[in-house]
């Protein structure tokens, strides 16, 4: 990659190498992802990926386009059938050309036949990607992975994430027997490093009720021969069929020293930097009620199904236009060149499509959309970097983990780019807490008026 990708200055210091590999929509490993430096003592790299609208303010169009483009990938390998190509979209998209990312999505979101299937995603980093693959197969029921504890639904299995900050994963679907059919099963995350956590999934979930057909999706694929050899192997064991995809391959090579070098470099930098904060909180906040539908859930937390899928698609344009509109003074477009959607950790669906219903409606605003993270990353100021900010502020919907450190990267401006004018908190409300006003939000109205759209959680009985 050039001197302008988002990774150089990771690769310089710590010696990371990303190799480009198989490229089947176009586009490359380096086009996809950008590199920063991990707090965490077993794995010192992060890979930031710029079309998953997690760590990077991103035009959510063209992370859901790129989600339905890797359910296509799903949909064509279940079917037996060739995937629609984007043609130079993807690229075009990633490069910031003007249309690219609407044309993308709306190439993928015309209607194609059904295919039955579970997809399972994992929390929190690919919670929207899996919504996304499985509106990409039309009939699939979702369900995501969570590490929040809910009372009224019982537990249908759980599994530990090695290389994680934070390694418990439950499953808590509301219909167990919605996720319990004999159909394939779909498992989505944002990289497959060495695919050990799905097959470890695979494996559970195989035992309780055995099924014909996995597949592995992911945004890009690193796993080397040893790995796919252990996916084969699984496969043969458990009489199975196990499959692959991702929008791009490649390898990533490290130092055999990188974990000390990381840590090193982790407390040089500590010592060093000085967090943005402390700015006195000059914009006010707005709260607008969405009328959320009722009985439609937030998400795939406790399953999400077509008929849902649905719902949400003719409640969309209403709800957006209620943001649009609902900040006072002639709305979000009034004067506004930049806004943030922000979603919260897991909850990363509803504000997507909430964001990408917005970028329709208001079409001269550069609408983008993140979420904030339990990911402890530092943020270094220089373009060759992917997280360039970082705000933190206490945790403000689990008592169940104690006190603790959340975090939003790149919503306040680097040193070089220009900031969001108006901040759009999208927020479930079992979250919105006393918490979430006197550290998140304040920390938000610091840098722009924010407006708090609240979204019901689902509950058990």
């Not at 943001?323 to 669906?349: H, K, N, P, Q, T």
């Amino acid at each position: 990659p050039g001197s302008g990708w988002r990774g150089s200055w990771v690769a310089s210091r710590l010696g990371v190498r990303l190799t480009d590999g198989s490229r089947p929509v176009g586009v490359g490993l380096t086009d996809l992802v950008g590199l920063a430096v991990r707090r965490n003592p077993r794995r010192a790299h992060l890979l930031v990926s710029a079309v998953l609208g997690k760590h990077v303010p991103t035009d959510p169009r063209l992370v859901y386009g790129s989600g339905l483009l890797l359910g296509e990938l799903v949909r064509a390998r279940l079917r037996g059938e060739k995937p629609s190509r984007p043609g130079a979209l993807l690229a075009d998209a990633l490069r910031g050309v003007p249309g690219t990312a609407a044309g993308l999505r709306d190439l993928l979101r015309a209607p194609q036949v059904p295919v039955e299937a579970v997809v399972l995603g994992y929390a929190e980093t690919a919670t929207a990607l899996g919504h996304s693959v499985a509106d990409a197969l039309g009939g699939a029921y979702y369900l995501h992975s969570t590490r929040r504890p809910v009372a009224g639904f019982a537990m249908y299995g759980g599994f530990e994430e090695e290389h994680s900050h934070a390694t418990s994963h439950l499953l808590l679907p509301a219909d167990s027997a919605a996720f319990d059919r004999d159909v394939p099963v779909v498992l989505v995350d944002d990289e497959l490093s060495t695919g050990r956590t799905v097959l470890n999934t695979i494996e559970a979930l195989h035992a309780v009720r055995p099924r014909g057909h996995y597949v592995l999706a992911a945004l890009v694929d690193l796993r080397g021969p040893d790995d796919r050899s252990r996916m084969d192997d699984l496969a043969a064991r458990l009489g199975t069929r196990i499959d692959a995809v991702a929008l791009a391959g490649g390898r990533v090579d490290l130092p055999e020293d990188i974990l000390a070098t990381g840590k090193t470099l982790v407390a040089d930098l500590s010592a060093r930097t000085v967090l943005q904060g402390g700015a006195a909180a000059a914009f006010g906040v707005t709260r607008i009620g969405l009328e959320w539908p009722t009985g439609l859930p937030d998400g795939g937390r406790h399953g999400f199904l077509p008929e849902h899928r649905a719902r949400l698609e003719k409640d969309l344009a209403r709800m957006a236009d209620a943001l649009a509109g609902g900040s006072g003074a002639g709305g979000l477009g009034a004067g506004a060149s930049r806004v943030l959607v922000l979603g919260f950790e897991e909850l990363m669906y509803a504000p997507l499509r909430l964001a990408e219903a917005l970028a329709d409606a208001l079409p001269g605003v550069d609408v983008r959309y993140s979420t904030t993270t339990r990911s402890p990353v530092l943020a270094v100021d220089d373009p060759g970097y992917a997280i360039r900010t970082r705000l933190a502020f206490q945790a403000h919907d689990d008592p169940a983990d104690g006190p603790g450190e959340r975090y939003a990267y790149n919503v306040s401006p680097a040193s070089d780019q220009n900031g969001f004018d108006r901040i759009v908190l999208v927020v479930d409300d079992i979250g919105d807490t006393s918490l979430l006003a006197t550290g998140l939000v304040e920390r938000l109205r610091a840098l722009a008026p924010v407006l708090v759209a609240v979204v019901p959680a689902r509950r058990g009985t």
